[in-house]
Structures are given as C-alpha cells and as structure tokens.
C-alpha cells in the first residue's frame, strides 16, 4: 500500500502561481502511473495532469500551458508548477497514484490510491 501526502496549497491572486508536492510513501512501486485530479463538495472529480514513469505527461486542455506536472528523481514526489493561475482553478487537488499503464489525466480520477487533499484558492 502507498501513501500520498500533499501540500503546498494555499491562497493566491488571479496571475498568480503555487507549486504542489506530493510525496509517497510505502510501497512506491504502485506509483507507475501518478497524476493530479481537482473536486469540489458535490462536483465530480476533475482529471487535471497525469505522469507515467516512462515521462509520457498529459494535461486537461483547461490547464494546458499553464500547470506543468513532474516527478523526483527516485519517483517519491510528484510536483505540479501551477502557473498564470485563474479563478476557476480553485479547487481542492488531490494526488493519486496506481500500477496501471494507462495514464491519461483523465485516469487520475479513478486511480486507486489518493492522498487527502490540499486547497488551492485563487482570488
């Protein structure tokens, strides 16, 4: 079992960037495919950005251009450079994490593993 914890949210002004981590713990090699989701209470998940250990990326179009997703060097953390920041992007963003090969930012959703959550909030 992998255990994902995230941070760096927080509060920013529209234009404005954050940078969030998420570092795994435990069995890592359940970490093949790691990504990013967004949801709000009562709104379905929001697939965001999605990595696959090979260094194949994907982004929602909503985010495209503006969020970058990466990884350490040894695939214990798991990084997304928010850049150019608008107000729809407030969200709670969530990590997740699962041994599938399929890994398209709309997969991050339904990965097994997730961390709790950190909110990002753009005013």
């Known amino acids: 079992h992998v255990q994902l914890v995230e941070s760096g949210g927080g509060s920013v002004q529209v234009g404005g960037s954050l940078t969030l981590s998420c570092t795994a713990s435990?069995?890592?090699?359940?970490?093949?495919?790691m990504g990013w989701f967004r949801q709000s209470p009562g709104k379905a998940p929001e697939g965001v950005a999605g990595?696959?250990?090979?260094?194949?990326?994907s982004y929602a179009e909503s985010v495209k251009g503006r969020f970058t997703i990466s990884r350490s060097k040894d695939n214990k953390i798991l990084y997304l450079q928010m850049n150019n920041l608008k107000f729809e992007d407030t969200d709670m963003y969530y990590c997740?994490?699962?041994?599938?090969?399929?890994?398209?930012?709309?997969?991050?959703?339904?990965?097994?593993?997730r961390g709790q959550g950190t909110q990002v909030t753009v005013s």
């Open positions: 997740a994490a699962d041994l599938q090969a399929r890994c398209l930012y709309s997969d991050t959703v339904e990965l097994a593993h």
């Open positions: 435990g069995y890592v090699h359940s970490t093949l495919c």
């Open positions: 990595s696959y250990i090979d260094g194949k990326t």
